[in-house]
C-alpha cells in the first residue's frame, strides 16, 4: 500500500512527501553493501544474490543462501534461480514464510534479526549506510 504510487498519489495526496521519503529510503537500502558471506565454504568474496530452498509445492522455505558472482547452489533441484539481495523480492513471495524471508533479506542488508525499528534506529542505520556508500563510491 505505501509503495504502490496510484495509492498515494491519487487517493491520498497529502501522503506524498511520505511517498518520497520511502522512495529515497529505499534507494539508499538498494545500495546497501551486504553483510553476509558466501555460502560456498571459504570464499570470502561478497555476495550478490540469494537463493532460497523450496518444497515439493514450490514454496519458498525461510532458509536462505547468499552467492557471490562465482558459485552457486550445487543442486539444480530444490532451490530457487539466484535473486538480487533487494527487498523487491519480498513482494513477490506468496505464502506462509513470506516475513521469515524478509527478515533473512534485512539481516542480509545489514539490519539485527528482529530489529524494532524505531524513528532513532532508522535515522542512525540510514546515516551509517549513507556514509559507508559515499565512502565506497570516493
Not at 18 to 44: D, F, M
Not at 83 to 90: H, N
Amino acid at each position: 500500500m505505501l509503495r504502490d504510487p496510484a495509492y498515494l498519489s491519487k487517493a491520498k495526496p497529502h501522503l506524498q512527501p511520505l511517498r518520497q521519503r520511502i522512495r529515497r529510503l529505499l534507494g539508499i537500502l538498494a545500495e546497501a553493501p551486504v553483510r553476509e558471506q558466501c555460502s560456498k565454504g571459504n570464499c570470502r568474496r561478497r555476495p550478490t544474490s540469494m537463493t532460497w530452498r523450496v518444497d515439493e509445492y514450490n514454496e519458498w522455505l525461510p532458509a536462505a543462501y547468499f552467492w557471490c558472482k562465482k558459485h552457486k547452489p550445487s543442486e539444480r533441484h530444490g532451490f530457487t534461480q539466484k535473486q538480487p539481495i533487494d527487498l523487491s523480492i519480498v513482494e513477490r513471495i506468496r505464502g506462509r514464510y513470506r516475513n521469515h524471508i524478509a527478515r533473512q533479506v534485512l539481516y542480509g542488508l545489514g539490519l539485527p534479526p528482529r530489529a524494532r525499528i524505531t524513528a532513532k534506529f532508522a535515522s542512525s542505520f540510514f546515516a551509517q549506510l549513507r556514509e559507508e556508500i559515499d565512502r565506497r563510491d570516493d
